[in-house]
RNA sequence: GCCCGCGUGGUGGAAUGGUAGACACAGGGGACUUAAAAUCCCUAGGCCGGAAGGCCGUGCGAGUUCGAGUCUCGCCGCGGGCACCA
């Protein structure tokens, strides 16, 4: 916190001395109140049932945004809910410390990643505090704390003991003028962001976690996690890509070529065979271009550009005929060309595949521009036009008339005629069904400095080692330079040097480090026990987990949430969490991001230079130039379109940040940050305040009373209700209606006082400082945020009579009141006699008459 | 390119298949004030109408239904992810 002043909990004066809403004095004063109660801090008791909720922890950029806020905010208020409902509540926070704008800061200004992260975090902690968040701090850690990033070496060699680790050769994006990898984000237009050398692709020799391995359990479990969104099960569903094919092989024409071993999903397809292709990285195009230049040169060329999928994808679609053909399994006669395809990935399934143009548009197109043939194998029930310059695909469930099926299918369905074919083809003894997953290997290695040291030796004699668990952590070097590109610990004089684990003889230390998604896979357990001596602590793994809500952004909705996912499994089967975890988080919620306008002009080469919100007024620069403003797009650095929350807690505090991104929009959209928006909440909470100034205790009773009690509990009921279900925004839309309720209230004081404090204490999980001074104001006792949450009486939610409105055909002509359990017969005899009615019906009988009670009726005529 | 979302007044948004626009912002009008700020009250989707009332209206186009913002199909636009940004 920063220095919280002279505290006015304790002044002489008491709460009234103020005339009005002073959001600063109230806050610093009940965090200190809170504080020093310590009821924040979170310790195993089996007496009330534990409730864990986690927010994804910040990368330590130095300065927090709206997004934090946000994402904070709305743990906070589950956080204080579960509180004040009974439970023994853990909410931590920690700092996702690793990653490359440490290093970047280094190389732009100097310093070291290691002073600048934990200044960050330092900075970061202290703009944190201030929102007076429910955290419990004695748990906070980074994860470039040598102890979490030790622990974390020590799993990975627990891992490697398993068999989850392994390495092989993966490609990365390189840079030939900087000669370093690059991060896929660095990679500008194709080009290295430094050098603006056209990026190459290369192999280098990696680490790899078998994610693999649990590909059908990551994607049967996903049908167990309710709480979860569906949008993300379904992205994580497709993101692991099960799918049923056949793999056979062709057979080469030439001497001295092995069979060329295809897998495919459509193998129904195979009478429209065109060509086979193979990956520009498969075997045999290596092979193949030993003694070929031509070949070597597009293999080249192959390499160009980076490694994203999306690259890969719009990558203009280029092949190279290799001269080579091969026999079609069900025809020896017929012999197919062996092209080289920029397309095909070696990675997924065998970097071989058989080419139908005629039912798939990117063969298609390869087809027609190398002039390959075309052949139809089935066509729609209704209409035999041959394949022209678009593929014929049609959903796997729509029937479709096959052209000589080799299976002896006429009509049938596209996934029948898949079974048919893997059935055949094993019958026949060609073939086998095979189940392959889009899912790849974990590619854990980093060839960065500010990263986890992946804790392992290379020793000539007895190969790669892992480090001994007693000489962990292996830290990192403190004395490292980034005046060059490429990796310090790489030309670090001495660091690499130890003795092997195994035979003692001087060997070599690993200089990878590692991905940074591999820290934010396990901090949820850290949290459980941040201290002990080991990974995580059984018994406390054991109360705390699971993770009863997680909350953050819809961005990781499949990489950290996958990766969190096999990492609980993998740290189960070494002893470091309880089998319950398997699926450590039960409910997920992805909140919308913050988003804001971005604001460019150019510089004299017409590049993009981007400036800050507050640079920008009334669409001019300081200086007068005029800025364009491109719409809202999610809050990032490089942009500069971030909003700083320090300033707006310093106008109007905590608790008016707080409410308004609560308020404003619902938690699961976007939301837009508007000044005009913290101005309306920061007016909203004085008048609040007012209303508990100015509360006169002059008349006990008055005639209102009955009617304030009953908005009261239909408050609590909704605000409830509101916040179990995420609807923060509509709870609020909700307070607002009470509060205008309680101002126009005809009630006595006692009434009125009754209505405030269970405002107040509906309020106190999102303006928690105004909630507490409220609660004091009106004599409640304690703290209102450890008072128990307020009850509905269900008694005082009935009403009595209900307003029906009356459609006729559709549309709301006019409407009747009734009691609300009149009996169906009794509203349609009412419904008759309306007036819109009985003119509408001009004598005649209604045609249809629907009853919904208690919503609605529609009369047809 | 592929996967997943989203689209409602001037603005943010509300609405178990059942009165579209709750609640709020900006706007308009008024009260209080010497004046302003603050506060309070009224008003408010569009069009026609003095009013009563009517017609249109949830990105566009179809469909299902007594009834569609909500469900289905096809478009358009925007956003997120695409395995080395975190």
């Not at 002489?12 to 109660?37: N, V």
């Not at 990033?149 to 680790?165: A, P, R, T």
């Not at 002896?408 to 596209?414: H, K, M």
């Not at 083809?425 to 290695?445: H, I, M, P, Q, Y």
């Amino acid at each position: 916190m920063t220095t919280p002043g002279p505290c006015p909990a304790f002044s002489s004066e008491g709460p009234l001395y103020m005339s009005r809403y002073s959001a600063s004095e109230i806050e610093s004063k009940w965090q200190a109140a809170w504080e020093k109660a310590s009821i924040f801090k979170a310790g195993r008791d089996t007496s009330k049932p534990k409730y864990y909720v986690l927010e994804m922890f910040p990368y330590p950029s130095g300065r927090i945004h709206m997004g934090h806020v946000r994402n904070y905010t709305m743990g906070d208020v589950i956080a204080r809910y579960k509180l004040a409902t009974g439970h023994n509540v853990l909410h931590p926070m920690g700092w996702d410390a690793f990653g490359m704008p440490a290093e970047n800061a280094a190389m732009e200004r100097g310093g070291h990643p290691k002073d600048w992260t934990y200044g960050n975090i330092a900075d970061m902690r202290g703009q944190m505090k201030p929102l007076g968040l429910s955290i419990d701090w004695s748990r906070e850690f980074a994860t470039c704390d040598p102890e979490y990033y030790g622990q974390q070496q020590s799993m990975f060699i627990d891992f490697m003991e398993k068999g989850l680790v392994y390495r092989k050769n993966a490609t990365v994006n390189w840079d030939p003028v900087d000669m370093t990898v690059l991060a896929n984000e660095q990679v500008i237009d194709g080009k290295g962001w430094r050098s603006g050398a056209p990026v190459e692709r290369r192999e280098l020799t990696q680490w790899f976690f078998k994610i693999s391995d649990f590909a059908e359990e990551l994607l049967d479990s996903l049908d167990g996690l309710d709480d979860w969104p569906d949008k993300v099960k379904t992205m994580q569903r497709n993101w692991i890509g099960k799918s049923r094919g056949l793999q056979f092989s062709f057979d080469a024409v030439q001497d001295g070529i092995d069979p060329i071993e295809v897998y495919t999903t459509r193998p129904d397809t195979l009478m429209g065979a065109s060509f086979v292709g193979i990956s520009a990285d498969h075997p045999l195009a290596k092979k193949l271009a030993e003694t070929n230049p031509d070949i070597a040169a597009f293999r080249a060329d192959c390499q160009k550009g980076g490694t994203t999928e999306e690259a890969l994808e719009k990558a203009e679609k280029l092949g190279f005929d290799t001269g080579l053909t091969v026999r079609h399994p069900l025809n020896p006669e017929w012999t197919l060309p062996v092209w080289i395809a920029n397309f095909i990935l070696m990675d997924y399934g065998t970097g071989a595949i058989f080419a139908c143009p005629a039912h798939d548009q990117r063969d298609l197109d390869f087809c027609r521009k190398y002039d390959l043939p075309v052949i139809d194998t089935f066509f729609a029930l209704d209409d035999a036009t041959p394949v022209g310059a678009e593929a014929f695909v049609p959903p796997k469930e729509q029937s479709v008339k096959w052209v000589n099926h080799f299976a002896g299918l006429d009509v049938a369905t596209g996934q029948e005629a898949i079974d048919a074919t893997i059935d055949f083809a094993e019958k026949a003894g060609w073939g086998r069904g095979v189940t392959n997953f889009r899912l790849r290997d974990w590619g854990l290695s980093r060839q960065r400095y500010w990263g986890c040291p992946i804790p392992v030796v290379h020793c000539e004699a007895c190969g790669v080692m892992p480090e001994r668990k007693e000489n962990l952590p292996v830290r990192l070097p403190d004395d490292v330079s980034f005046d060059k590109p490429g990796n310090p610990l790489d030309r670090h004089p001495t660091w690499r040097d130890v003795p092997c684990p195994a035979c003692g003889k001087p060997a070599k230390r690993e200089t990878d480090t590692m991905d940074t998604f591999v820290d934010s896979s396990w901090y949820y357990a850290r949290f459980t026990a941040p201290d002990a001596e080991t990974p995580t602590s059984l018994p406390d793994a054991d109360y705390w987990m699971n993770v009863d809500q997680y909350i953050g952004g819809i961005e990781h909705a499949i990489l950290h949430l996958l990766y969190s996912r096999f990492f609980a499994r993998a740290m189960q089967i070494c002893g470091h969490l309880p089998e319950k975890s398997k699926e450590p988080f039960n409910a997920l919620f992805t909140q919308g991001m913050v988003t804001h306008e971005i604001y460019m002009t150019r510089d004299g080469n017409g590049r993009p230079v981007y400036h800050l919100p507050e640079e920008v007024t009334d669409g001019k620069l300081a200086d007068g130039t005029e800025v364009e403003i491109i719409p809202s797009a999610k809050m990032s650095k490089s942009k500069k379109n971030v909003v700083d929350p320090v300033n707006i807690i310093e106008a109007y505090g905590a608790d008016t940040a707080r409410w308004f991104v609560l308020s404003d929009s619902p938690p699961e959209r976007d939301v837009e940050w508007t000044a005009s928006g913290a101005e309306a909440a920061h007016k909203h909470l004085s008048r609040v305040w007012r209303l508990a100034a100015e509360l006169d205790a002059a008349e006990a009773t008055g005639p209102g009373d009955d009617d304030l009690r009953r908005a009261m509990h239909k408050t609590i009921h909704d605000v409830t209700m509101g916040i179990e279900s995420f609807g923060f925004n509509a709870a609020i839309a909700k307070l607002y209606a009470f509060t205008n309720t309680i101002a126009k209230a005809k009630a006595g004081a006692g009434a009125r006082r009754e209505a405030l404090s269970a405002l107040a204490q509906l309020m106190a999980p999102m303006t928690p400082h105004l909630a507490e001074e409220l609660w004091q104001m009106l004599g409640g006792e304690g703290l209102v945020t450890a008072a128990p949450w307020p009850k509905a009486d269900p008694a005082m939610l009935v009403e009595d009579t209900v307003t029906l409105p009356i459609q006729i055909n559709g549309k709301r002509r006019s409407e009747i009141a009734v009691a609300k359990d009149l009996a169906k017969e009794e509203v349609e005899k009412l419904v008759l006699a309306d007036d819109a009615v009985v003119k509408a019906l001009n004598g005649g009988a209604p045609k249809k008459l629907i009853v919904v009670p208690g919503r609605i009726v529609n009369v047809v005529v």
